[in-house]
């Protein structure tokens, strides 16, 4: 069964209080009273959710109408109850401040209960609605979030197995592995786990952007992309364009996972001191993103055969990085790396 409307009369004359309680009884109403503005106030703050409405007389000694009604209105657990102020004072001035206060309408005394009965009803169901759409606002709110962060999660899984399936053609393309592949997201991963300026989300980024840090390799003829010794200038020159070819193609991407795998394979071969291509940039002009896929992928590549190349030693492959910290590598980077040596170890050795 429902709970009956509750209504709080506040009169300092008692009789006002029962003729009031006795013409609502009419539409069965629960009550309260006080005939002391004090004691409302507490009843209210006690109890802030109890009311639907309050009856609130305008002259009664110490804390006055008009005052409880500020009050009232100036607590957030308590604005949202409707008040009707009760009073034999007609005037414009004293209606217009009670309604400058927050009330929501006036009666006057004597009550007629016909008047009584059509202004509390009105009232009480206005209240009631504004609450029950205040509800179903705050479930609408509650549902489009949960939609709103499942359509993203769905997305994001959709990056990733669009990347994953890229990465398998690439693959196909190239002399790189899958393990080449997972080595660097995981190596670049770890980097930006440490780094004291990165945060879960940037690891995570890197983990799934990191795998398409070579794809414009894809552009690249067969017979330079697989040639077993040096390159010559002009062969190098059309393998450089493999960073701005990827880049070309992913740019163009609103995604989270496509905008970094655009910035990685950009700039995952300039070198800190400005000496790496395509573009030339020095320093943290380079993106992070681009800094910690460089040392990822060069420590991956020399710790690994290639067809133009033999497998170096770990510890040759991270004292040649320690050697070019402030060259080629960011020093920060170099110096999370080397606190953290044992780690990319186990990961070099993934095979």
Known sequence: MENKPHILIIDDILDNIQMAMNILEEDSYSFSFADQGDEALLLISENPEKFDLILLDIMMPGLDGFALCQKVKQNPKTQHIPIIFLTAKVDVD??????????????????????????????IYLYQAKQLLQTHN??????????????????????????????????????????HIRRVAEVSALLAYYHPAMSEEDADTL???????????????????????????????????????AHNLLTHSKRKFMQAAAIIAHEHHENWDGSGYPRQ???????????????????????????????????????????????????????????????????????
């Open 138 to 179: 705050i479930a609408l709110e509650t549902k489009i979030k949960h939609e709103h962060k499942r359509l993203l999660s769905e997305l994001e899984e959709n990056q990733k197995e669009m990347i994953y399936m890229l990465s398998e053609l690439m693959e196909s393309t190239s002399d790189e592995t899958g393990q």
């Open 281 to 351: 940039l020095k320093g943290e002009e380079i993106h992070i993103y681009g800094r910690i896929v460089a040392l990822a992928d060069v420590f991956d590549a020399l710790t690994h055969q290639r067809c133009y190349k033999e497998a170096w030693q770990i510890d040759d492959a991270i004292s040649y990085i320690q050697e070019l910290s402030g060259v080629q590598f960011d020093p920060q980077l170099v110096d999370v790396f080397n606190e953290h040596i044992d780690e990319f170890k186990t990961i070099a050795q993934i095979v």
């Open 94 to 123: 004293s209606i217009s401040k009670g309604f400058a206060l927050g009330a929501v309408d006036y009666i006057t005394k004597p009550f007629h209960p016909a008047e009584l009965l059509a202004r509390v009803k009105t009232h």
């Open 207 to 245: 983990l799934h952007a990191s795998p398409m840090h070579d794809i414009g390799k894809m552009t690249i003829p067969h017979d330079i992309l697989h040639k077993p010794g040096i390159y010559t200038e002009a062969e190098f020159s059309i393998m450089k364009k493999h960073t701005t070819n």
